[in-house]
């Protein structure tokens, strides 16, 4: 922040970018917006109906949030079959950022994207196992996959639907 170091190495910037708030593509080469602010136009809880409240042609609604893809590595899963029901749907594609999947304790209780220490990959919700240092892998639809080891784990940031 001083400008002592031209390029910091390792992850120094993708945490100088969380602790600006903006992303890493944009603090290190100003390339697209460092967050796009998306309004809030309602609110609804389960099998409630709500009247959206939007007073402005551009629907600045009553507040904002912000919506990034935390850094300039997104990747995307695309779901098949039916097996994610209800939650996901078949065509869905969900995005997680390549680069987070290191922090894996970021990631508990959280719809992730994860790879098992076998090389397996799975899209699972993600809590703590009951040995050290494993998961257990919880699915909406069949049996946990319990005492899993992890390389790497990212949580599912967006979802963009079919």
Not at 14 to 33: C, I, M, N, Y
């Amino acid at each position: 922040m001083q400008g002592r170091v031209d390029q910091p190495r390792g992850d120094t910037m993708l945490r100088l970018a969380d602790t600006l708030g903006v992303t890493e593509s944009w603090l290190r080469f100003e390339v697209g917006p460092a967050v796009v602010h998306i309004p809030v136009v309602g609110r609804v809880a389960a099998g409630e109906s709500f009247i959206p409240f939007d007073d402005n042609p551009l629907g600045t609604g009553y507040s904002e949030i912000e919506f990034t893809l935390d850094d300039a590595d997104p990747i995307a899963i695309e779901v098949r079959g039916e097996s994610m029901l209800p939650v996901y749907r078949p065509g869905d594609y969900l995005l997680c950022s390549r680069r987070r999947g290191t922090d894996i304790a970021s990631c508990m209780n959280k719809d992730c994207v994860v790879k098992t220490d076998q090389g397996e990959g799975f899209v699972k919700k993600l809590v703590a196992g009951s040995d050290p240092g494993t998961f257990t892998l919880i699915s909406y639809n069949a049996a946990p996959i319990e005492n899993v080891r992890l390389i790497w784990a990212a949580p599912i940031i967006w979802v963009k639907r079919t």
